[in-house]
């Protein structure tokens, strides 16, 4: 669930970001280094927490590959304006445990390489793909709730993913597993046709300001692109605080003529989405939350 926008990991951060100003993207530079007698080695630490330890600034996370690399499309990632920006974010020790130790096994870069056999990766459980889930604790909350459905959560928050990754293992959660990159590429080059049973996007970036609207998420453009992956039946649930976004949300998934609306207009708050603080804050301040439910036609 996206309260926070998506963002590329390095050690890095998806919701409502300071919007970037047009252009190229650059990367933040590397802290510059001191001058002066090399710091003393600090004390060597239990295996426990050497493996928890958080690198330095412009430091590689996880430099042997046990964890989400930090730009995994590539070279390959063609020049596009993107729904997400890059903005660096803290990793604490027990995120950084988490990601080591689970990635391997629950976690997958999107490098646009290869396809996710998803009946593989989920043990034959039907897949919803969520986009932009922040700390994870709403989508582990609704992976709890319906065990049953795997749940593919695609960010770049790389907190977020240690810290959704804790809570599948501290709950018993098995139908859990972390996406770490691009949305447009893990649907375009690595999910088959008609492979996911649904769709959410909670909480997207709003991108405020005029100028920044075609960094949205849900343009047309997207919604052709991820429908084609959904199975007829599929359901897209999208849900924003944000008016003047929903109002184009609702319009843009209206317009798809492989989707219907299963309401006349927003739909109903649904039992089965979590309150979350960040929604809860919104609400507090006289936000209006609006859900959208859309299913893909046959």
């Known amino acids: 669930m996206s309260e926070n926008p998506a963002t590329p990991a390095t050690d890095v951060t998806t919701a409502h970001d300071a919007p970037e100003a ?13 001058a002066g007698p090399a710091p003393q080695e600090p004390p060597r630490l239990g295996a426990t927490a050497a493996s928890a330890a958080v690198p330095r600034r412009g430091e590689p996370m ?40 689970l990635w391997p096994k629950w976690g997958r870069d999107i490098d646009g390489l290869a396809r996710i056999d998803l009946d593989e990766f989920f043990d034959g459980r039907p897949v919803v793909l969520e986009i932009g889930f922040g700390m994870g604790e709403a989508t582990a909350q609704m992976a709890a709730a319906d065990p049953d459905t795997g749940i593919l959560g695609c960010d770049v928050h790389t907190p977020g993913q240690g810290n959704l990754l804790g809570l599948a293992e501290r709950n018993g959660l098995s139908n859990i597993r972390v996406a770490n990159g691009d949305a447009i ?27 920044h609207h075609k960094r949205r998420l849900i343009q047309p453009e997207f919604v052709a692109l991820a429908s084609t992956r959904l199975a007829p039946g599929a359901l897209v649930h999208c849900a924003t605080d944000w008016e003047p976004y929903a109002e184009q949300m609702l319009e843009v998934l209206s317009a798809d003529p492989t989707l219907e609306n299963l309401h006349p207009g927003y739909a109903p708050r649904p039992d089965f989405r979590p309150l979350t603080k960040f929604e809860g804050q919104g609400l507090d301040k006289g936000h209006v939350v609006h859900d959208l439910m859309f299913r893909r036609r046959p």
């Open 185 to 211: 590429i893990l649907l375009r080059e690595m999910l088959a046709p008609a492979s996911l049973a649904g769709l959410r996007v909670f909480f997207p970036d709003p991108w405020p300001k005029k100028r």
């Open 62 to 101: 996880f430099p042997d590959g046990t964890g989400p690399a930090a730009d995994p499309a590539g070279s390959h990632h063609e020049r596009r304006i993107r729904s997400f920006q890059p903005r660096r974010s803290r990793v604490s020790p027990s995120q950084a445990d988490a990601l080591r130790r």
């Open 22 to 34: 047009d252009g190229p993207e650059a990367a933040a530079p590397a802290a510059a280094t001191p």
